[in-house]
């Protein structure tokens, strides 16, 4: 087997497992908070990269610290969108990053190509389509899953100019899923952690009770997401998108939507009709023309799914 192809079956087991995140992050919703996820889950792969950071350069440092504010609101959009509608629509939804880096460039006063118009044309068809599966129409978890896609657009767009300026990307790497651990635990403490006004001791132990039997009992789903989907993907996405041209890796992470919504059927049990498989074809599609012949992006730009 030569390396090209190591490199295209590495991207695909990459895809499948993103595929995953998004039922094991559904599961978990019905429990936990969004940002208790988002926290439990970035502290962990933190734990697991923290080598990286021995002797960190400053500036490295601060481009991860900015990367990883960033990428935290990407997360408390995605993770706040799934807990109000399934998990393969908000995958799909999330998916239309890829379209908003090339539209981004209508700030500078660029025209879009035809691809991209074509790609645009293609994602609204398929939206429409997706929304119209079973009558459910627009709700606030897809408004939440479209403005994770234009966070994480914006983010991938910023992620392109820092990386070039990395002396250790993996020192990036660790500091910005490290900032997302820590922006998760202050926005706990400044928003969630329980502040009653009778009996605040009572309340606590009652929270942090329920908090401490939920890490237990879903111990495993924790351990999959930090361990697994974030911090030893990241290793195998750089060494696929190494040996792999950027139009095949843009091919390939097309597939992540559908991905998410075979996991979440067998999961979850989440079913999308016939108008639900062609809008999801139709965004695939889209993702598949917006990419295609695009600019290469760095190969070692990473970013946790």
């Not at 990386?163 to 500091?175: F, G, I, K, P, S």
Request: glycine fraction near 10%; charged fraction near 10%.
């Amino acid at each position: 087997m030569t390396q090209h192809l190591r490199g295209i079956l590495a991207l695909v087991v990459v895809v499948l497992v993103w595929g995953t995140t998004f039922p094991a992050m559904k599961e978990l919703t019905a429990y936990f908070s969004p940002v208790w996820i988002i926290l439990t889950r970035f502290a962990i792969a933190t734990a697991l990269l923290s080598p990286f950071l021995w002797r960190a350069r400053r500036t490295d440092l601060m481009l991860g610290g900015i990367l990883g504010l960033l990428l935290f609101f990407c997360y408390l959009f995605q993770v706040e969108g799934l807990a109000l509608t399934t998990s393969n629509r908000n995958a799909f939804i999330c998916g239309l990053n890829v379209l908003v880096v090339p539209l981004l460039g209508l700030l500078g006063g660029r025209l879009p190509e035809r691809r991209i118009v074509i790609a645009l044309l293609l994602a609204i068809a398929g939206l429409a389509a997706l929304c119209w599966d079973g009558g459910g129409g627009w709700g606030r978890g897809d408004t939440l899953a479209l403005l994770a896609a234009l966070t994480f657009g914006a983010y991938i767009k910023v992620m392109e100019v820092y990386t070039r300026r990395a002396v250790r990307l993996m020192t990036v790497t660790a500091a910005q899923i490290g900032t997302v651990a820590l922006c998760a635990a202050l926005w706990l403490f400044a928003r969630e952690v329980p502040r009653g006004s009778i009996d605040v001791a009572s309340d606590a132990a009652n929270y942090w009770a329920y908090i401490g039997h939920g890490l237990l009992h879903y111990a495993p789903n924790f351990a999959y997401l930090g361990v697994l989907c974030t911090a030893a993907i990241i290793s195998m996405q750089a060494w696929g998108q190494a040996r792999t041209s950027a139009n095949e890796a843009a091919v390939i992470y097309a597939f992540e939507p559908g991905g998410a919504a075979f996991f979440a059927y067998f999961w979850l049990g989440e079913a999308m009709g016939g108008r639900g498989w062609l809008g999801a074809a139709l965004l695939i599609s889209g993702m598949i023309v917006s990419q295609w012949n695009a600019e290469s992006r760095p190969a070692a730009a990473l970013a946790p799914e």
